[in-house]
């Protein structure tokens, strides 16, 4: 696997052997970054406006949080490793960790913070208030 050992000993390993669960998560991680693709897409594009305000928003802005925490996690994590706070689990491997730092969780990081970006604007966007329809009175 090209730039496995980028992502860990493990994850190469798996990869290389073609393990069946494996090649099924790889699977639901596609369809999963599909959907997100297409969320994206959905905030930014006009054609999006066509889902509920709402709906929009509350994924927007779960998925841009979810990731940003996941992001925020592993560098705290994966900084701890570099440091020697916390030991780097075999799995993951001493070559990995420098492409995490510097590649892979930024790349969430600023991911994540992008979903927020995108999603913002609908939270500022107000709808038109509510003309209540007057109601004619008798002058008897």
């Known amino acids: 696997l090209f730039g496995g050992e980028t992502l860990g000993v493990e994850i190469d390993r798996l990869a290389h052997e073609r393990d069946a669960s494996f090649v099924a ?4 991680a596609f369809a999963l970054k599909a ?4 969320l994206a897409l959905a905030l930014v594009e006009p054609r999006g406006r066509r889902l509920p305000r709402r ?3 509350v994924l927007g802005g779960a998925t841009g949080a979810g990731i940003t925490l996941y992001a925020v996690a592993n560098l705290a994590q994966h900084a701890l490793m570099a440091t020697g706070a916390i030991s780097t689990p075999d799995a993951l491997g001493p070559e990995a960790l420098p492409w995490h730092l510097a590649l892979w969780d ?4 600023v991911g994540g913070l992008l979903f927020l970006l995108a999603a913002a604007p609908l939270r500022a966007a107000r709808r038109p208030p509510r003309v209540e329809a007057e109601v004619p009175t008798s002058d008897r």
């Open 25 to 28: 998560g790889l699977w639901a």
């Open 55 to 57: 709906l929009l928003l």
């Open 106 to 109: 930024p790349f969430w990081l």
């Open 35 to 38: 959907l997100a693709a297409m």
